[in-house]
DNA sequence: GGCTAAGCGAGACGGTACGTCTAGTCTTGGG
DNA sequence: CCCAAGACTAGACGTACCGTCTCGCTTAGCC
C-alpha cells in the first residue's frame, strides 16, 4: 500500500502543497486586498505556514506574486488559432485584452508596477510573462509576411509594440477603456498600413468588425 | 529700505524657498538611490527641513515625488514646431524619447509604477503629465486631418495609443532601446498606413529618415 | 462716552479677559479630558487665542493649569467655624475630603502628579495650595493646645501630616474612598490620643459622629 | 557536554538577559535623568536593544519603568522583625523612610506622579507595591490587637492610612524631611493614643525612642 | 531500523521608516 | 506695541513589515 497524502490531518505538509498554497493565498490576496496590503506576514498567518517556510522559497514578497501569477495564470492565456495568421494576431489581442480586464489585468499591473523597482522581478516578468506571447506573435507575423499578408520591409518588432503598447499602455495609465472596440480599432489603424495590398480607410475596417461581433 | 529676502543666514526660510530645497533634494535623490530607497526622513535629514513641515505639505513620500517631477520636469518637454503637422508629432516623440533616455525617464519609470499601488498618485500623473501633452497631440493630429494629411476617418485617440503606446511599453518593460532609430519606425509604421495619399512603404520611410538625421 | 467693554466683536480682547478666559477653558478642559489630553494647542483652538498669546503669559501647561486651579478653586475651601478648636479641624477635613470627591479632587490629584516631575509647580502648589491650608490648621492647634484641649507636648506639624496624610494619600493611591465616616475614623484614631483629657475608645467616637450627622 | 549559555559573544541575546538589561538601563536612567528625560528611544539606544523588542514586551514607558522598579527595588524592603507587633510597624515605617530618602523615593514619586495619569500604572503600582506591604502590615496590627497591644475597636485601614499617609504625603509633597525622628513622631503620635493601656504623652515617647537611637 | 539531516511551526529579534503628535519658538501682518 | 494666525524645528511616539535567527519537533532518507 502507497503511503499516499497520509490521511492524518495532523500531518506536516508536502513541499509541493506548501507551495500550492501559499501561491494560492497570494494570488487571491492580491485580488482582494492589493499587492500593497499583502505581505509576506500576512500570507503566513493566513495559510498557518511559518514565514521561514515562505522565505526559503521565494526571497521576497514580489518573487512570491510573480510566482502565484504565473502558476495560476501563465498558461491560460493562449494563441488562438485562426486562417490567416493576422487575424490570430488580432484574436490574440482581444484575448489579452479580455485577461487585462479580469484579475490577471489586476496582476499585471502590479507586478510591471513593482518591476519598475525591482531588476529581477522585471527579468522574470519580461522571461515567464512577456516573451513567450512575444516570440508567437513575432513567428505569427513572420509567416505573414512569407505568406504575403503584409509587405516584406515591415518591422516585426516595431509593428507588436505599436499593436501592444497600446493595451499595456492603457492598462497601466488607465487613460480609456480597454473594450474590444479599441482593440480592434488599435489592430486595424496600425495593421491596414502594413499589409501588402492596402486596404480601404481604418474606419471602414472598424465598422466591418464591429458588423461581425454583431452578428 | 525694503526688507528683502534678508541677507541674515539665520533667517527662517521663506515657505517657496522650504518648498523648492526639497523638491530638489527629493529629484535628486530619486535619480542617485532610486525611487525606493528615497524616505520622508532622508530628505528631512538631506535639507535640515523638518519632516512635520514636509509632511504639511505632502501627504506622503510619492505626492513630493510627483511634485519634484513637475517642478524640474513638467514644462521643459514641449512641442516642437514644424512644417507639417505630422511631423511635429514625429519631432514630439522623438523628443519624449530623448527625455525618456534621461533624468525623466527615470521619474516617470518610478512614478508610473508607483502609481499602479496609488489612485491619487495615478490621478495626478494622467494630469499633470500625460493630459497636457496629449491634448497638444491631439490638436496636431486634428489639424493635420482637416488640412488632408490624414485620412478623414482617423481615430485620434487610436492613433496617439499606437504611437505613444510603444514609447511607454519600452519604458516601462524595458524590453528594448528608445533609440530614434525605433521612434523613426514606430511613427512610420503607424502614420503611413493612415496617410490621405499613401507613401511608399515604411521601411522606406525609415530610411529617409535616417538618410536626413545623418546629414 | 467712555469705552467700555465695546461691542464690536472685532475688538481686541483686553488682558484680563484673555487670562480669564485661558484659565476658564483650562479647567473646563481638565475636567471633562484629563489633564494630559489638554494642550496649550488645544485651549487656543478652543479660545481663539493665540498660542502666543498664552505663552507670553505662562511657561507651560502646568503653570497654566495651576494658576487655573488657584483662579476657580483656592478661595472656595475655607476653614469653616467651630465652638471648638479641635472641631474646627474636623469639619476642615471633612470639607477637604468633600472637595476631593469632586473638580478639585481632579485638580489636585493632576497638579500634584505633574508636580512630581516638575519643582517649580511643585514650589507654587505648595504655596497656593497646601501652605494656606495647612497654616490655619496649624494656628488651630495650637489654641487647642494652648486652650488645654490637646496637650502640651503635641507636635503640630507631625499631627497635622497624620491627619490630612491620610486624605492625600487615598486621592492619590485611590487605595479606598474619601468618605466622611473615613474621615471621622482618621480624626478620631489620631485625635483622641493627643487629647490632654483622655476619652473613651476612638471608635465610640466614630459612633458618636455618626448619630450627629443622622440626625 | 551540556550547551551552555554560550560563550559565543556574537549570539542573540536571551530574552530574560534582554529584560535584565533593559529594566537596568531604565532604572538608571530614571535616577540619572529622571522619569520625564527618559525615552523608551533612549533606552533602545542605550542598550542597543532593538525598540520594537521593548514594545514587545511593555506597552509604553510607565510600564517599562514599574516593571524596573519591582525587579530592583520591590523585594528589598521587607518588613524587619521585632519583640512585640507594634514595634515592627515601627521599624517598617523607619525602613520605609530611609528607602524614601534613596533611589526607591524617586522612582515612586515618579511612578506615583505618573499614575495619576494611568489608570493601568496606578493598578500596577497598587498591586506590586502598595497592597504588598500593607497586607504585611495590616496582618502585624491584628496581631497586636488580638493580643492586646493595641484596643480592640481600632480599625486597622484607617490607622494605616494615618501613619504611612505621612510618609507618602512628605515624599510626595516635598513638605518637609523624612528623617528617623519624623517617623518616631508620627508613629507614635498616631500608636499612642490606640494602646490598650496608655503610656505616657507622645512627647516623652519621642524623648524615649531619640535616647534609644542616640546609644 | 536506527540515525542524521533537513524541513517545519512558532515567534522573537534588530532594523528602518512610517505618519502623528506636542512642545515651544519665531515671523508676519493687522489694528 | 500687542495681538491672531500659523509655520517652523525638534524629537518621541507607537506601529508595521522586513528579512534573519533560534528553538524544538517531525519526518525522510541513507546507511
Known amino acids: ?55 526559503r522559497r ?19 492565456i493562449g494563441f488562438p488559432p485562426s486562417d490567416d495568421h493576422i487575424g490570430s494576431i488580432r484574436k490574440q489581442m482581444l484575448a489579452l485584452a479580455k485577461a487585462f480586464r479580469g484579475p490577471a489585468g489586476t496582476m499585471i499591473k502590479a507586478l510591471l508596477g513593482e518591476a519598475q523597482f525591482d531588476v529581477e522581478l522585471a527579468e522574470a516578468f519580461r522571461k515567464h510573462w512577456l516573451l513567450p506571447r512575444r516570440e508567437i506573435a513575432i513567428a505569427a507575423v513572420h509567416v505573414a509576411i512569407n505568406s504575403g499578408e503584409l509587405r516584406a520591409d515591415v518591422d516585426v518588432q516595431v509593428t507588436l509594440d505599436a499593436l501592444y503598447g497600446g493595451l499595456y499602455y492603457r492598462l497601466l495609465t488607465g487613460s480609456g477603456p480597454l473594450s474590444d472596440t479599441y482593440v480592434e480599432g488599435l489592430f486595424s489603424h496600425v495593421i491596414e498600413g502594413l499589409r501588402a495590398v492596402p486596404r480601404t480607410p481604418v474606419s471602414r475596417a472598424v465598422e466591418i468588425t464591429q458588423r461581425k461581433r454583431s452578428r
Chains 1, 2, 3, 4 share one sequence.
Request: overall charge positive; proline content about 5%.
Open 1 to 55: 500500500m502507497p503511503k499516499e497524502t497520509n490521511g492524518n490531518a495532523q500531518t506536516r505538509l508536502r513541499p509541493s502543497e506548501i507551495q500550492r498554497r501559499v501561491l494560492d493565498a497570494a494570488f487571491e490576496s492580491v485580488l482582494r486586498i492589493g499587492f500593497r496590503a499583502v505581505t509576506v506576514e500576512s500570507i503566513s498567518a493566513e495559510t498557518g505556514i511559518a514565514k521561514t517556510s515562505i522565505y
Open 58 to 76: 521565494w526571497p521576497n514578497k514580489a518573487a512570491m506574486v510573480m510566482d502565484a501569477f504565473v502558476f495560476r495564470i501563465g498558461p491560460c
